[in-house]
């Protein structure tokens, strides 16, 4: 069985920081795609980084230089590290399992940011 475990959701005031991790198992983590997705109340879910198989990085526009993104192969978890954090960042914050060549895509349960002073 797939499951996706994020932790490390929670308050914290505009400028701060949190450090999200998505822990997997049931999967041969290695070779799979991750990303993180947001959700905020009213909006559609939205992509904010991946990191491939292959370590090769992508983020939206608006948390460039802000967020990074990471991986341990070796624990099966993935992080995003959240840095300056803004009120826009508020939203339920997702994790992503892809092996597209596999048509194989798993999602975690959501941990909760809000971003407010």
């Known amino acids: 069985q797939v499951q996706l475990v994020e932790s490390g959701g929670g308050l914290v005031q505009p400028g701060g920081s949190l450090r999200l991790s998505c822990a997997a198992s049931g999967i041969v983590f290695s070779i799979y795609d991750m990303g993180w997705y947001r959700q905020a109340p009213g909006k559609q879910r939205e992509l904010v980084a991946s990191i491939s198989s292959g370590d ?9 230089g802000r967020f990074t993104i990471s991986r ?32 194989r895509d798993y999602w975690g349960q959501g941990t909760q940011v809000t971003v407010s002073s």
């Open 56 to 64: 090769n990085t992508n983020y939206a526009d608006s948390v460039k």
């Open 72 to 103: 341990d192969n070796a624990k099966n978890t993935v992080f995003l590290q959240m840095n300056t954090l803004r009120p826009e960042d508020t939203a339920g914050y997702y994790c992503n399992a892809a092996y597209r060549r596999m048509n």
